[in-house]
Nanobody
Framework: QVQLVESGGGLVQPGGSLRLSCTSSWIFSLDVMGWYRQAPGKQRELVAT???????NYADSVKGRFTISKGSGKNTVALQMNSLRPEDTAVYYCHALRVTTDPTNRYEYDYWGQGTQVTVSS
């Protein structure tokens, strides 16, 4: 079973920075890792993802401010968040996707961390 452990959330003033980290003990490569967030009263939304090959994808609202990267560990991902805004306030969840195939089928497995609170406020 894949477990994801997040760290790095907290309270920061507008314009400030935070760095989130997510680590998995899964010994095999995860195909995609990323971050989603959910603000009160809103649906969970994609923030950024990175594939095992290093291809990144960002929500328009965070482009130019957030950077997703792989950590030094096999299944570690970080999210550097700069120029934070009050609207970035949310619970941030680490996500991982594992894909397996056999001769006739493709199987996708989704895994989620427990979430870490990010609050941007003066």
């Amino acid at each position: 079973q894949v477990q994801l452990v997040e760290s790095g959330g907290g309270l920061v003033q507008p314009g400030g920075s935070l760095r989130l980290s997510c680590t998995s003990s899964w010994i095999f490569s995860l195909d995609v890792m990323g971050w989603y967030r959910q603000a009160p009263g809103k649906q969970r939304e994609l923030v950024a993802t990175i594939t095992s090959g290093g291809i990144t994808n960002y929500a328009d609202s965070v482009k130019g401010r957030f950077t997703i990267s792989k950590g030094s560990g096999k299944n570690t991902v970080a999210l550097q968040m700069n120029s934070l805004r009050p609207e970035d306030t949310a619970v941030y969840y680490c996500h991982a996707l594992r894909v397996t195939t056999d001769p006739t089928n493709r199987y996708e497995y989704d895994y989620w961390g427990q979430g870490t609170q990010v609050t941007v406020s003066s």
